[in-house]
């Protein structure tokens, strides 16, 4: 498969609202997350943010990365028009930065101007973690050769 233009790889980071987190759990099991993301500084970054978790659910998603720091993001899109399905696949590996990074404040303004719901729900729970994915490796398919555009057009 060709590359994956980077106008079109960059503008899915920058607008798909959610993707999953695909990573090991403590019995080295997979495990998907949906995860707020926002692309700055090379990297993509996502908060230990205020929305509601499991008790403890931050920190054990902060265990597993450190245990096993390769993971990966797929962004998808769906719909009853089957020649628009897509899909985005990004092997990662993720780094759990704390205030003080170098890029620290770009993340968060990124975070901040793609996501205004940090307004008014905390942007981090407790202490100020986030977690930079740096990607090495895309995959990525879609239906029409345009796929991915027209979904694009139509979130712009």
Do not use: N
Not at 4 to 22: C, S, Y
Not at 39 to 49: E, K, M, N, S, V
Not at 74 to 98: K, N, P, Q, T
Request: glycine letters at 6%.
């Amino acid at each position: 498969m060709p590359a994956l233009a980077e106008g079109l790889l960059h503008g899915v980071l920058d607008r798909m609202p959610v993707a999953r987190l695909a990573l090991r759990d403590h019995d080295d099991q997979p495990e998907a997350l949906p995860v707020v993301i926002a692309r700055a500084a090379g990297a993509l970054w996502f908060p230990i943010d205020g929305k509601p978790k499991r008790s403890g659910a931050g920190l054990s998603r902060l265990a597993r990365l450190e245990r096993a720091p390769r993971v990966m993001l797929l962004f998808d899109h769906y719909g009853e028009d089957w020649s628009a399905l897509w899909w985005l696949r990004l092997s990662c590996m993720a780094e759990i930065v704390r205030d003080g990074h170098a890029d620290w404040a770009a993340a968060v303004a990124a975070l901040t101007v793609k996501y205004p719901q940090y307004a008014t729900v905390p942007m981090f729970k407790d202490e100020a973690i986030m977690v930079r994915l740096v990607w090495s490796k895309i995959g990525w398919w879609q239906a029409a050769p345009d796929g991915i555009a027209r979904w694009l057009e139509a979130h712009a």
